[in-house]
């Protein structure tokens, strides 16, 4: 091939590679950078021709003449970039990632769409991974995705891969609509790997009763319903064998509720204090527990404490329950309610716990004695608080200070604190900040508090704990609700409000 013909060759495989994502070899990779530097001298001496142009037209002829060429410059500095280098197989591992946004996530909305429209190269990888299809998210609130030939396409997409749903129809929208697109789930009902369903009303005329005893491979469930106006069982899902997690949120009590509880490792739920007792009994196995426990205006009738020996992980909105429970093994507690209850518990049955987060201190009446809490409690390293009450934040402050010259004291040397307030209500004549700060250098220098989290409320202090984060002391400041989620994991995550009060 002659030297004109080599030359027409590469200005066509140059051309090629400026309109498609491919990666250029080293050869052409200089030679688009050539081209890339010898634009912008171009660029430059066209820039001192505008400047010299006498006359308006002139300028105009030299200015289009120059946006041309900036957008030449952009294609070759595109082609340049190192994204069209990364290897397939680690662009495929990114996009996996970014597919498996947890589902609570507001950025999660059909992301595998947006990532095969990107460029040709893009699609071509997602199309050649079933897997990336199989996370399916349908929000039908507000502009969430209607299209009954979209999901089609991404059902088919995922081939035979486990599907992890979350369809989401709160608030309601056209019932056939949501009918529609969930009976197109339900023919795809032996790939539910996980499922996850929130919605306003349980009259949706969808064949959910077809998918009983066909859920080979379902191993979460979560049912959200906003209002339960009938008591229709829920018993579509009492023969999954893989089922290990679970969580039925609704706004009535669950007696109609069927699940395999024995095999359960994790659940949340909602219903009255009957409800909960029932479900533990045969609940034997759970790890992870979080109740939603319904207020009631009369102490229930005597049980016979509920024994959960592998209960590691729990959450009550009322921690008047933990009187009707046995769990030597638990390592974490989320609750709201007295403080004394918990005391009671921690005092029959001893445990090693290692974390304690108490949420919507201000609601609990009594107000909360944390002494007793405390030394109840000699294993904690965790420790949050959500505060509603200045007084209350002070006195827990005062307890957690260690003695000027001591080393140790009797409290339990808590490595990580969260500290969180809402409304919080405290005298203009009570100062926090001595007692805040007093408390943290104090821990610190007994060498066990490693970091401390605050709501945006206390970010003033910050600038005075300079010094200690200077020296390895971790401090961070969130926004009020983002730190409540940071402190507790999404499965034992539950509404504490004023329902939840102490009997």
């Not at 088919?156 to 609509?177: A, D, V, Y």
């Not at 939603?292 to 009322?318: C, M, Q, S």
């Not at 009594?366 to 420790?383: E, K, N």
């Not at 809402?422 to 004549?429: G, H, V």
Request: net charge neutral.
């Amino acid at each position: 091939m002659n030297k004109e013909g080599s030359a027409m060759s590469s200005s066509a495989k140059i051309s090629y590679i400026l309109n498609s994502n491919d990666p250029p070899n080293e050869l052409e990779a200089r030679s688009i950078y050539d081209l890339m530097i010898t634009g912008l001298i171009q660029r430059t001496v066209l820039d001192a021709q505008i400047d010299s142009a006498a006359l308006l037209p002139s300028q105009e002829a030299l200015i289009k003449e120059r946006d041309a060429l900036d957008c030449q410059i952009s294609e070759y500095q595109a082609c340049l970039s190192i994204i069209r280098h990364i290897p397939t197989e680690i662009l495929s591992l990114i996009f996996a990632f970014a597919v498996d946004i947890p589902r609570d996530s507001s950025s999660h909305k059909q992301i595998i769409w947006t990532i095969s429209h990107v460029c040709a190269r893009w699609r071509t990888i997602t199309l050649s991974q079933p897997a990336l299809w199989a996370v399916v998210n349908i929000d039908l609130s507000g502009m969430g995705d209607r299209s009954r030939f979209r999901l089609g396409t991404q059902l088919r997409r995922s081939g035979k891969s486990p599907l992890n749903i979350t369809f989401s129809c709160i608030p309601p929208g056209e019932p056939c609509e949501e009918a529609d697109l969930l009976n197109m789930l339900v023919d795809h009902c032996l790939r539910w790997n996980t499922f996850a369903l929130s919605y306003y009303r349980e009259g949706l005329h969808w064949n959910i009763q077809s998918i009983r005893g066909r859920l080979p491979v379902l191993r979460e469930l979560a049912i959200s319903e906003e209002q339960r106006n009938d008591i229709r069982p829920l018993d579509y899902f009492q023969v999954a064998p893989q089922l290990r997690h679970a969580s039925v949120l609704m706004g009535a009590s669950l007696k109609t509720v069927k699940l395999p509880f024995p095999q359960l490792l994790r659940y949340k739920g909602t219903d009255n204090w009957n409800g909960h007792i029932a479900v533990l009994r045969i609940a034997s196995n759970l790890v992870d527990c979080a109740l939603d426990v319904e207020y009631i205006t009369k102490t229930p009738g005597p049980f016979t404490r509920v024994w959960l020996p592998r209960l590691h992980r729990l959450a009550v909105t009322n921690s008047k329950f933990l009187d009707y429970l046995e769990a030597p093994g638990l390592q974490e507690f989320h609750f709201s309610g007295p403080t004394s209850a918990v005391v009671s518990f921690l005092q029959r049955m001893p445990c090693k716990l290692q974390k304690i987060f108490f949420h919507d201190c201000h609601s609990s009446n009594p107000p909360p004695d944390f002494p007793p809490l405390l030394r109840a409690a000699p294993t904690i390293t965790d420790m949050g608080v959500q505060f509603g009450d200045g007084v209350h934040a002070r006195d827990l402050f005062s307890l957690l200070a260690v003695p000027a010259g001591g080393t140790d004291c009797e409290i339990p040397l808590v490595e990580s604190l969260s500290i969180c307030t809402r409304r919080l209500r405290y005298n203009a004549d009570l100062d926090l900040t001595d007692p805040f700060l007093d408390m943290v250098e104090s821990r610190w220098r007994t060498g066990a508090l490693r970091s401390v989290s605050v709501s945006s409320e206390w970010r003033r202090l910050l600038a005075r704990m300079e010094t200690l984060r200077d020296q390895g002391l971790k401090i961070t400041h969130k926004e009020t609700y983002r730190l409540l989620l940071d402190m507790t994991p999404p499965h034992l995550r539950l509404e504490y409000g004023l329902r939840n009060t102490a009997i």
